[in-house]
DNA sequence: TAGTTACTAATACGACTGTAAGATGAATCC
DNA sequence: GGATTCATCTTACAGTCGTATTAGTAACTA
């Protein structure tokens, strides 16, 4: 039953292969065959078409994304494992930073595919809502399960920054070496958090 | 003597309407030129191959970007003209949200093309530079000039955040309407300059 | 055992690709 | 005026592209 999906699967890291050596523009079903050492046809098999496979890879590489993330323990100080899930999403090793130079190329293809727009805005969702528990989390603010809970302007607003952070230090990162980037990055998280996410709430002044 | 610039000119700027179309694969010598109205001669006369004309049009749309910003009045209240040159780099209405989204797909593409890495190199330190003036100017600190003035770490790191914010702020409202873009755009830079930048100056902490 | 399904491969076709090579006309220069 | 340069176009060639078709093999099913 899982057969298909296990050579769905193989496929799509062999895209992503190529995407990261060649970019979006050098993904052809017979590239990603001879990257993955089948023929053409059974990448047709697979796949009736082009769109459909880059769509399914970059379905993977997110979902790859956040089965990673589910495997940070989630106990003990609250400083400590969101750090660590923030800092898993940076590209901050030379797997991560491969990982994310491919999804990038991914984003940027989504401004003129709608399929892939869509499924990057359902992992930017996912993502804000991820960003959200954090920023609730590290201000001993109650976490809502339902969307019951009456929505609070400023933490929202902080979330919607912490994002853009978490987008804008990835863009930044990535043009660096990993090494540096290892080192740079995670003195920047810090220091955003400390300055903005763990500022204790004060109200609005005007 | 211009004559060779302007055909380029022209030529770049139907690049970047293939791009915001059809996506940078989308992007052939005869697209470019059925765009621009012209034989895919003419455009070989002005490129000689693909990959130069993809840069030179990467090239100009940056500064195109440069000699807007260059327009900014930069007198009277800092938080005011400061202000309006950030906002400048955001996709706030429907031409910067084409811009934006076409300089994305060039950033994408330059992660497998050293010649267009290059470029974005150049580009995000001259952006570096712009940030580090505004940093410095709502603090009331000196701007130097050369490279002479001691540097302060403490702001160099609120630079590169502040770089981070703009990147991560533009990516998240380039998937927008703009007209949304246009009304929570403002409101999260104005939280994030008042949180951050305009923060006054302390020692750390440690 | 016969039949059906899942998988892999090979081949073919028309469209499009980047690029090279000439041809034409207009403008510029000596 | 003759020569030269420049902008533009057309044509041509050798590839690669996505995709449809067909065929073969292995495995399961009844």
């Known amino acids: 039953m899982t057969d298909a999906r296990d050579g ?3 496929l799509a890291e062999a895209l992503t292969r190529v995407v990261a050596h060649e970019g979006i523009a050098g993904v052809s079903v017979r590239a990603v065959a001879s990257e993955a050492g089948v023929s053409a ?12 496979m880059i769509r399914y890879a970059m379905e993977w590489t997110s979902a790859q994304v956040e089965q990673r993330l589910a495997g940070v323990p989630r106990w003990g100080d609250v400083r400590e494992w969101t750090r660590e899930i923030l800092l898993g999403l940076l590209p901050l090793d030379a797997d991560r930073h491969r990982e994310y130079a491919v999804w990038l190329a991914f ?4 401004a ?10 359902q992992t930017s969702t996912k993502l804000r809502e991820l ?6 989390a590290r201000r001993g603010l109650p976490i809502q399960a339902g ?11 902080d979330v919607l920054l912490l994002q853009s952070v978490m987008d804008g ?7 660096l070496e990993w090494e540096e980037a290892a080192k740079v990055g995670p003195e920047l998280l810090d ?15 005007t």
Chains 1, 2 share one sequence.
Do not use: K, W
Not at 112 to 121: F, M, Q
């Open 8 to 10: 769905r699967h193989r």
């Open 147 to 157: 969307g019951a809970v009456p929505a609070d302007p400023t933490v929202d607003a």
């Open 112 to 121: 003129t595919d709608p399929s892939l727009a869509d499924l990057n805005r």
């Open 107 to 110: 984003v940027a293809q989504a």
């Open 169 to 175: 230090l990835a863009l930044q990162l990535v043009d």
């Open 41 to 52: 046809g059974t990448v047709q098999h697979y796949f009736s078409t082009r769109a459909e």
């Open 131 to 136: 960003y959200s528990r954090i920023v609730r």
């Open 191 to 205: 220091r955003y958090l400390t300055l903005v996410v763990d500022r204790p709430t004060e109200p609005e002044s």
